[in-house]
């Protein structure tokens, strides 16, 4: 089993910047990538970013590529996600997703970011 627990979020104005994390515990060694999905009020669960856990290959969904960085601290226990340039459409629940090398996944408990003047 794998327990995360994100911080960060919350609301800010167009063009600014917010960063969140995600620590995870557990048993860790099984986990191979790590990333964020995202959810607007009325629509689905949508991927983020993914970095793998032990190389660090990145991937982005389209409208975050340049704005989004998502990164892993040097223990590999913990994720980032970097966001600058906010729009008022990246508005959503975000959720912390690790996935483990047999498919399983575990979810963070989503934290709230509100991007509107």
């Known amino acids: 089993q794998v327990q995360l627990v994100e911080s960060g979020g919350g609301s800010v104005q167009p063009g600014g910047s917010l960063r969140l994390s995600c620590a995870a515990s557990?048993?860790?060694?099984?986990?191979?990538?790590m990333g964020w999905y995202r959810q607007a009020p009325g629509k689905q669960r949508e991927l983020v970013a993914t970095?793998?856990?032990?190389?660090?290959?990145?991937k982005y969904e389209d409208s975050v590529k340049g704005r989004f960085t998502i990164s892993r601290d040097n223990a590999k226990t913990t994720v980032y996600l970097q966001m600058n340039s906010l729009k008022p459409e990246d508005t959503a629940v975000y959720y912390c997703?690790?996935?483990?090398?047999?498919?399983?996944?575990?979810w963070g408990q989503g934290t709230q970011v509100t991007v509107s003047s």
């Open positions: 557990g048993s860790i060694f099984t986990i191979n990538s």
């Open positions: 970095v793998t856990r032990e190389f660090g290959v990145t």
């Open positions: 997703n690790m996935q483990s090398f047999s498919a399983i996944d575990y």
